[in-house]
C-alpha cells in the first residue's frame, strides 16, 4: 500500500486474534518497564524541570548522526492511563526509525502514581517535549520543520493534544516556538476525555477524576475530538476494533472531524484487535510489523523518508530478539 497525499481513503487492515494473546488488554498498564530497561546507555537530556522533578528525553539517533545535519525527527510517548508507565515502550519502533535516517525520542513525562499529576499535567509536557526538540533543533541536527509526535493510548492522546489543543504551559516557556508536531502517528489514542467517565463507570466516582486521575481542566479543552481545527498537523491513527479501553468509534469520529475541517487524516482499522496490539512482542509481532511499515509509508509520502521500508532488514517475524 503506498500512501497518495492528494487522495486519503479509508482502509480497513484484517488481523486475527492468536490464541495465544500477549497484548496487554488493561490500557493502565500496558506500557511497564522491562525488567531491564531498553534505555540503558541511551543519550538523554533533560527537557523540562518542575520542582525537584527533571524530566528527560531519549535520544536515538541514526548512524553517522551530525549536528549539522538536517534530519526529520520523531517524538514517542508511552502509554498507561496517566498513571503510570515507562518510556521504555516505544524504544523498538525508535531504534527502527533511526535506522531510516531519523532522530527518535522516548519522552518521560509525569505521571500520577509518580508525581500525582493531573492529565492537565501530563499535556503540558507533552506540549513541552515538542517545543524542546523545536528550540533545540539546530543543536540536535534536526529539521524543525519535519517534527512528528507519536503515542499509544494516554499517549496517543498526548501526541494528538499537541497538534490540536490550546497551549497548557506556562510563561517560563518561549511561546513564540511552536509546541505544535509538523505529524502525528497516533496508537489506539484517548480522543475523547469527557467520555471516559462513560466508558469506565467504575474508575470515576468523584467529579473531575477521569480514570482515577484528576483532570485539571475543562475535559472537552483536552479533548482531541472536540479541538479539531483546520490546518492540524497531517495524521495517521492505528486502532483495535476490539479496544475496550479507547473505543475504535472514537476514533473514526476524530478522523471524521479531521477531514470536515480540511485536514488529512487516515484511520487503520485491525480487526479483532484489542489494546496495546501493535507493541513488541504482541501477537509475534504480526502488528508491530504491519503499522511500522505503515508508518514509514506515511512518512515516505510526507517526504520525511526515502527509499523502501526497511523493516525485513531490521526484524526477523517469531525468532528475533527485542531491539532493544
Known sequence: MKWKLSIFVSLA??????????????????SQPSKESRLEGVKNEVYKRVGNTDLKIYIIEPENHKATDKR???????????????????????RYFASRGMVAMTVDYRVYTRQQARIVDCVA?????????????????????RIVASGAS????????????????????DHAISARPNAMVLFNPGLDV??????????????????????????????????????????????????TGTPYAKS??????????????????????????FNWGAFDNKYFVETLRDT???????????????ID????????????
Open 13 to 30: 487492515v484484517a488481523g486475527s486474534c492468536m490464541a495465544k494473546d500477549r497484548a496487554r488488554t488493561d490500557w493502565t498498564a500496558q
Open 72 to 94: 526529520p525527527a520523531i517524538v514517542f510517548f508511552f502509554g498507561g492511563g496517566w498513571k503510570r508507565g515507562s518510556a521504555d515502550q516505544f524504544v523498538p519502533q525508535a
Open 125 to 145: 509536557d507533552a506540549q513541552s517535549a515538542i517545543r524542546w526538540v523545536r528550540a533545540n533543533a539546530r543543536r540536535l541536527g534536526i529539521d524543525p520543520d
Open 154 to 173: 494516554a499517549g496517543g492522546h498526548l501526541a494528538a493534544t499537541t497538534g490540536t489543543v490550546d497551549d497548557f504551559t506556562g510563561p517560563e516557556e
Open 194 to 243: 469527557a467520555s471516559f467517565d462513560a466508558i469506565h463507570p467504575g474508575n470515576t466516582k468523584t467529579p473531575g477524576i477521569y480514570f482515577g486521575v484528576p483532570l485539571g481542566a475543562d475535559p472537552r479543552k483536552l479533548s482531541p475530538l472536540f479541538q479539531v481545527k483546520p490546518g492540524a498537523p497531517q495524521t495517521i491513527v492505528f486502532h483495535g476494533k476490539a479496544d
Open 252 to 277: 473514526e469520529a476524530f478522523v471524521k472531524a479531521m477531514k470536515e475541517a480540511g485536514n488529512r487524516c487516515e484511520l487503520f482499522g485491525f480487526e479483532g484487535a484489542p489494546h496495546g496490539f
Open 296 to 310: 514509514d509509508e506515511f512518512l515516505i509520502a510526507l517526504k520525511y523518508l526515502s527509499g523502501k521500508p526497511t
Open 313 to 324: 532488514q531490521f526484524i526477523k517475524p517469531k525468532t528475533a530478539t527485542r531491539p532493544g
